[in-house]
């Protein structure tokens, strides 16, 4: 199984940047997941931001981050990256690093596992 530990949120200013990451652990091999990030606004349910295959070549975005914000991994750290650039107040939400053995986490069906979440707030 695998545990995930998101950090990096915080409040910014609209239009500015945040790097989250993900630490993996556990016992199985952090390779053979596909990861991904999702996150949930006040009010509102969990959705799919973006996710990223255990190779790192399958990449999908949500429509609403595409171009602003960039997924990556390394796998000889166990650890995944959200670059999220020229935030607005509507990316304001909590947002979960995900993992699960599908090919690709577009759907929270998908997810084995979820972090405990990190808050981004993005001021106007």
């Known amino acids: 199984q695998v545990q995930l530990v998101e950090s990096g949120g915080g409040l910014v200013q609209a239009g500015g940047s945040l790097r989250l990451s993900c630490d993996a652990s556990g016992r199985t091999s952090f390779n053979v997941y596909a990861m991904g990030w999702f996150r949930q606004a006040p009010g509102k349910e969990r959705e799919f931001v973006t996710t990223i295959s255990w190779s790192g070549d399958n990449i999908h975005y949500a429509d609403s981050v595409k171009g602003r914000f960039i997924i990556s991994r390394d796998n000889t750290k166990n650890t995944v990256y959200l670059q999220m650039n020229s935030l607005k107040p509507e990316d304001t939400a909590v947002y979960y690093c995900?993992?699960?053995?599908?090919?690709?986490?577009?759907?929270?069906?998908?997810?084995?596992?979820w972090g405990q979440g990190t808050q981004v707030t993005v001021s106007s």
């Open positions: 995900a993992a699960g053995r599908r090919s690709v986490l577009n759907n929270d069906r998908f997810v084995d596992y």
